[in-house]
């Protein structure tokens, strides 16, 4: 088996890919890690302090999320992107194991995003669409830069798809098996009538029509089952990828847990089809350049304008050419001397019209067509002018340098920067194939047995079986090696129960909280957090929505646990709205829902216009809150 897998590895190692797949892949996990990063930012109080701005018990954590911001930002736009990758996923592991993060607003979104870094950590990331590639090519002359590596191993594109999806979607469709209402098909509806999980988006329509709702549920089913065995097939790909990227993409707009959709949708970037990506280049670059525009080829700050541009012309609607050689051939700078070639920078179009200065980037900009509003906007009054100043006087100011072939870097000398893809996956690969290919199956079935550790144990036995009740010193034994394991797989590459919205978090789940306070006018108001129907507003989505509808308010509520997070969410938004902690009181509000495994018609609706009773109040008096809560 071991044989047969590696000569696998080893087939899809052969073949290429895109570089720039990874370039992408790389700019929207960064985008989803910043904004999850600007999230704690603004919730950094709610989230890390014992007692929200009373009780600040870590007030390093903002500058730490500033640094992570930071190193998220490098990696969104390619600068040090090895180095950056490296950084986020340590960030992101302190972050989950070594604060409330985790502990108190559940780590399933934190877990896949380590998993993904881990993988992104063996990538080629600087080769796509990155500064550190433009970095590289700043160091030489424009018509010298050396030929930069375009393609990667399709097999670093298959492993986190094969891993972070596969593996995931597999242990979750386990875990469903058990629940009832995924059984009767429900599994998507139920969770989307439920007043705490869904967004604005009304799609009541929808939900009403129960052979669409059963038959969406029982596709996830066969999607998830199937999808680790067939994805990778050439004939199969483009449906698991329209399947699964609609089923995120519902999340997404659908649920308040958008960051998951999102995380998720990052990887399906992955899972297009290389001839789609060719068929779009095909649809978006210029077969031949809009515009011809020569620089002087001894002058370095036009070699970097020219190496600028070129990195950022996506659409290749600019062709650079150097005066001395080229503009010769072309009649339409005939009729400028050499000196007035040398002293600004001209463009011919296709249509033979000539532009230099100003005009020039103008033109530059209009033909890249992301950027012609740049193009649009120096053409206006005023700003021309000013423009054709600022360029006259770097013009006049730019140094020439006058070099032949022995003044040139030796562009052999120059390597492309190496990481852990070259190290491992070219240098190591080319150098030893067969102890490559072998080896890399052997950490594939390492990652095999960790994640059959986690859905055989809690996936099936635990349900099957309640392990925690068996009094046996070799049951006892295998039940701790198995959580010591799962507690390093799920530390390091985010391997963890897919267990979500189950039965054993649905089944009961008849009951629903929120908060008003009276204001300095003495009037009731909604604290913007949960509405009137019931839900959860926006900007507490994700991990503040379950902190609140996963652990705080549950089928079985814990006192305890339920008065911790009133406290906190009072504290945290009577902060933000303006209440003095000192003398403030919050109203705890209930009411009835109903969360059934057969399917019922409105439910959605239903459950939004049931009527609120007041149950209780939080009253906060110098700093300290009491609350006093009836049963319901």
């Known amino acids: 088996m071991l044989s047969s897998l590696s000569l696998l590895f080893a087939r899809y190692h052969q073949r290429s890919a895109p570089a720039f797949i990874v370039g992408l892949l790389r700019i929207l996990y960064a985008l989803v890690a910043l904004q999850e990063i600007l999230f704690l930012l603004y919730f950094s109080h709610l989230i890390f302090d014992p007692i929200p701005y009373i009780d600040v018990e870590f007030p390093m954590i903002p500058l730490f999320l500033t640094l992570w911001a930071l190193v998220a930002t490098c990696l969104l736009v390619g600068y040090k992107s090895h180095i950056a990758i490296i950084a986020n996923y340590i960030f992101w592991i302190v972050f989950v194991n070594f604060t409330p993060m985790q502990r108190d607003f559940d780590g399933g979104f934190d877990l896949f995003m380590i998993g993904v870094g881990l993988f992104m950590m063996f990538m080629p990331l600087s080769r796509g669409l990155s500064l550190d590639n433009l970095l590289y090519k700043l160091q030489f002359k424009y018509r010298d830069r050396p030929s930069l590596p375009k393609e990667v191993s399709v097999l670093v594109l298959m492993m986190p798809v094969l891993i972070c999806l596969g593996f995931l979607y597999f242990d979750s469709a386990i875990h469903k098996l058990f629940a009832e209402h995924w059984r009767n098909g429900l599994g998507g509806w139920l969770p989307s009538s439920m007043p705490y999980y869904i967004s604005a988006l009304d799609l009541s329509w929808l939900l009403n029509i129960e052979w669409v709702q059963k038959s969406i549920g029982y596709i996830i089913f066969v999607f998830q089952f199937s999808f680790i065995f067939l994805f990778y097939r050439r004939n199969f790909r483009p449906l698991f990828l329209l399947v699964g990227a609609g089923l995120h993409t519902g999340i997404t707009i659908t649920f308040n847990i958008y960051p998951f959709g999102l995380g998720m949708l990052s990887i399906y970037v992955l899972m297009v089809p290389f001839s789609w990506w060719q068929g779009l280049r095909d649809r978006l670059v210029y077969d031949s350049p809009l515009l ?177 009740e068996v009094e046996s010193p070799i049951a006892n034994q295998l039940r701790s090696l198995s959580n010591s394991v799962l507690m390093l797989s799920t530390t390091f590459i985010g391997i963890t129960p897919h267990a979500l919205y189950l039965h054993d978090h649905f089944e009961g789940y008849e009951d629903i909280l929120a908060i008003t306070y009276i204001d300095k006018a003495g009037n009731e108001q909604w604290l913007p957090f949960v509405n009137e129907q019931g839900r959860m507003l926006a900007p507490n989505w994700g991990r503040v929505h379950s902190m609140w509808a996963n652990i705080a308010v549950t089928p079985n509520i814990n006192s305890d646990r339920l008065n911790k997070f009133i406290m906190k969410v009072t504290a945290f938004w009577g902060k933000k709205v303006g209440l003095d902690l000192n003398d403030a009181t919050f109203i705890i509000k209930h009411k009835k829902i109903v969360s059934p495994v057969e399917w019922k018609k409105s439910l959605r609706q239903d459950n939004l216009s049931g009527k609120w009773q007041n149950i209780g109040a939080a009253i906060w008096q110098e700093g300290r809150v009491e609350i006093n809560l009836k049963s319901f």
């Open 292 to 468: 011809t525009v020569f620089y002087d080829g001894d002058c370095p700050l036009c070699n970097r304008t020219a190496i600028v541009i070129h990195h950022f012309d996506v659409f290749r609607s600019v062709v650079f050419k150097d005066l001395q050689t080229y503009a010769a051939e072309e009649p339409k700078l005939s009729a400028y001397d050499q000196q007035a070639l040398l002293s600004d920078l001209y463009a011919v179009d296709t249509q033979g019209a000539v532009y230099q200065g100003v005009d020039t980037y103008s033109q530059i900009f209009v033909k890249m067509r992301y950027l012609a509003i740049v193009g649009w906007v120096l053409r206006f009054p005023g700003i021309y002018q000013m423009a054709k100043r600022v360029y006259r006087r770097i013009a006049e100011g730019r140094e020439r340098v006058v070099c032949n072939d022995a003044c040139l870097p030796e562009v052999v000398k120059k390597s492309y920067p190496l990481d852990l893809y070259s190290k491992v996956f070219e240098q190591y690969a080319e150098k030893k194939p067969k102890q490559f290919r072998f080896k890399l199956a052997k950490i594939f079935m390492l990652l095999v047995v960790l994640q059959l550790n986690s859905s055989i144990h809690y996936g099936l036995m635990y349900r099957l079986y309640d392990l925690s």
